[in-house]
């Protein structure tokens, strides 16, 4: 696995709730992915923990009021590379 690399992984899915091991340097991205999960009036709880210290996998759980938890990530996924991409947009405007 390169450095870069990361590996998701379904640990567990059940009706309303979802948890993923991500293996890699994935910590940074997990902040701001929970974090627009939770904005979605839909999901009841998202958080993410570092399982190993030295491997540095994390787990992702999510647990929904209704809805598909996997579809909830992939929507907020979606979203943060919208808001990435404008972010990076409005900052090479400012710096031009």
Do not use: C, Q, W
């Not at 309303?16 to 979605?40: D, F, M």
């Amino acid at each position: 696995m390169d450095e870069g690399d990361i590996k998701i992984k379904v640990v567990e899915r059940e009706e309303n709730e979802l948890r993923l091991e991500i293996e890699g340097k994935a910590n940074t991205l997990l902040a701001p992915l929970t974090s627009k999960l939770l904005e979605n009036d839909n999901v009841d709880m998202a958080t993410n923990s570092m399982t190993h210290s030295l491997l540095g996998n994390s787990i992702l759980y999510v647990k929904m009021k209704e809805g598909d938890a996997l579809e909830a990530v992939e929507s907020a996924a979606t979203s943060l590379v919208s808001d990435f991409e404008e972010f990076g947009r409005k900052y090479r405007a400012a710096i031009v």
